[in-house]
């Protein structure tokens, strides 16, 4: 359908006409009915710019003021009320997309279609630090494929209330003037973690559409959503884990502050038993670090040159990196490794390769 618009502002479309000039036009307009009318004017220096030269000599009848009054409004209502149609094409292509002529030569403007936003990738929702909206998972990959353009997350609010906790615990600690062993490293460490939040969050969504792209053959769809599961958990926990230690620290307990339930197993810094708890399986060992070396035949260096990194998977310390290689199926690797090694190649400008496959070597275990 054609919208309605005021007749300025059609003028002013078509002929960019300035608004103001109708004003201009319509007192004009009033002076030509006065004089027509029989009234005595001059011009002056002072606004209006016009009076009656001796209104006591003016006499007007009634019937013809009705009609002079009625002639502005009528100008005025054609002015600014909007009774004229949009006809034009940009008019009518901001509510409608016109589809292809058919082949008779002939458009149908019964079958134009609403214009619809354009998804570049998908929004996926985590519930808390430990779930995932799975059915959503399954949802993008089965919309999008293997080929995200882009990636949303949608963080649990619990992590959002843990922010908070802290920013408002920052805030008390201040305005209580806390003075204990520590409360120094403790302001500088959270208001810096405060101030890379964001940044962090931004970086885990751009991780990805790059991991989703490595995980072509042999990894099934299974595969990939287990990972991108176990990704989000893990990202989650690794970014926020800080602000759980911070109010985990003896002076945050000197303030009236409330730290989501759902963080509190965190407030500890035991990360293999917080690793445990969110990616381990009742059946698996402890998780214990080893320094992963090799992947899809590519050597790993991060930025500065030192070879690997040290991720956490399950084992014993003194088991030998080859057997806990053999322990880890593929759903192992991708909820286990994949994850950790992804976020900790964003950050240290480590270079992965452009496929995974089955090649994932270790060479030591973390303190062997």
């Known amino acids: 359908m054609s919208k309605r618009m005021p007749l300025v502002a059609s003028l002013h479309q078509h002929y960019q006409v300035p608004g103001w000039w109708w004003f201009v036009i319509l007192f004009f307009a009033v002076v030509g009915l006065a004089i027509g009318l029989g009234v005595p004017l001059e011009l002056t220096n002072e606004l209006p710019y016009v009076r009656i030269v001796d209104p006591a000599d003016v006499i007007v009848d009634r019937r013809i003021a009705g009609l002079a009054g009625f002639f502005i409004v009528v100008c005025l209502f054609i002015l600014f009320v909007p009774v004229v149609k949009r006809g034009d094409r940009a008019a009518q292509n901001e509510d409608h997309t016109q589809l292809p002529d058919s082949p008779s030569g ?29 059915a959503g998972v399954g949802t993008a990959l089965k919309q999008f494929g293997r080929d995200w353009k882009q990636a949303t997350i949608t963080w649990p609010d619990s992590s959002d209330g843990l922010i908070s906790a802290l920013r408002n615990g920052l805030a008390a600690f201040d305005r209580m003037n806390i003075e204990v062993a520590g409360s120094k490293h403790f302001r500088d460490d959270a208001s810096a973690a405060l ?32 990972a991108v599961v176990s990704y989000l958990v893990y990202a989650n926990y690794e970014i926020h884990r800080n602000f759980a ?40 060992k402890k998780p214990v670090s080893v ?69 994932w070597r270790f060479d030591k275990v973390s303190g062997t």
């Open 195 to 226: 101030g890379q939040v964001g940044d962090a969050r931004q970086t885990a969504a751009k991780v990805l559409p790059g991991m989703i792209r490595r995980l072509r053959q042999p990894f099934s769809d299974a595969d990939v959503a287990t």
């Open 291 to 359: 320094r992963l070396v090799t992947v899809a035949g590519k050597n790993l260096y991060d930025r500065g040159g030192s070879p690997g990194c040290y991720i956490y998977v399950p084992g014993d310390r003194d088991e030998s990196v080859l057997k806990i290689r053999e322990r880890l199926s593929r759903s192992s690797i991708c909820r286990w490794v994949i994850p950790q090694l992804e976020l900790y190649a964003a950050h240290s400008g480590m270079e992965l390769p452009d496929v995974y496959d089955d090649n």
């Open 245 to 284: 230690l911070h109010t985990g620290w003896h002076g945050f307990k000197e303030i009236p502050v409330n730290v989501p339930k759902a963080w509190e197993p965190f407030r500890d810094p035991s990360m293999e038993d917080h690793l445990e708890r969110l990616l381990g399986r009742h059946h698996e």
């Open 106 to 134: 002939a458009s149908s403007s019964k079958s134009s279609a609403p214009v619809s936003p354009v998804i570049a990738g998908p929004i996926l929702t985590m519930i808390s630090p430990y779930s995932v909206d799975e």
